[in-house]
Each structure stands twice: as structure tokens, then as C-alpha cells.
């Protein structure tokens, strides 16, 4: 059973930066197409960004330029760096393991102006 774990987010002011980890457990990570997606309030659950087990990405036109989404295989942990954030990037970011359809429980990102 895959266990995922987000961490990293907070308040931050337009134009700043975070970092998001996702620390997953219970599957072969290495080879694993794993994504970030993210829901605002009132909104639909909409992808960000994911990453093939091969490290090909592709990204929501929303965040191309400003997104990054990584991997570190050996310590089993997704990353989403977000730089020149703005206000419509508020929302509960989660980490997905796409082929078993799993979900970590989120963390809040909110961005002020």
C-alpha cells in the first residue's frame, strides 16, 4: 500500500518561492509516475505538474516557467519548487501516486498580494 506524506507549504507574499516534498513509502519509488496537483476553494482538483519514473515532465500552462517538479529516487521523496508565486496559486497542493491512484493528505499554500 503506498503511503504518501506532503510537507512545505505555508504564507507566502507574491513573487516569493516554496518548496514541496512528498515522501512516499510502500512501492518501488524509482519507478513510479507520481504528480503534484492542487485544489483551490470552490474549484475542481486540477494537475500541476508529473513526472515520469524516466524523468520526462509536463506541466499545467498555468505554472510553465515557474514550476519545477523533481525526484530524488534514493531517498524515496517528489519535490515541487515553486518560484514567482502568485495569488491564484492558493490552494491545498497534493502528491499523487498515479498508477495506484493514490493520495497524500495535502498541505495549504497560500499566497498573498
Known amino acids: 500500500q503506498v503511503q504518501l506524506v506532503e510537507s512545505g507549504g505555508g504564507l507566502v507574499q507574491a513573487g516569493g518561492s516554496l518548496r514541496l516534498s512528498c515522501a512516499a513509502s510502500g512501492s518501488i519509488f524509482s519507478v513510479d509516475y507520481m504528480g503534484w496537483y492542487r485544489q483551490a476553494p470552490g474549484k475542481q482538483r486540477e494537475l500541476v505538474a508529473r513526472i515520469t519514473s524516466g524523468g520526462s515532465t509536463n506541466y499545467a500552462d498555468s505554472v510553465k516557467g515557474r514550476f519545477t517538479i523533481s525526484r530524488d529516487n534514493a531517498k524515496n521523496t517528489l519535490y515541487l519548487q515553486m518560484d514567482s508565486l502568485k495569488p491564484e496559486d492558493t490552494a491545498v497542493y497534493y502528491c499523487?501516486?498515479?498508477?495506484?491512484?493514490?493520495w497524500g493528505q495535502g498541505t495549504q499554500v497560500t499566497v498573498s498580494s
Open positions: 499523487r501516486h498515479i498508477m495506484s491512484d493514490s
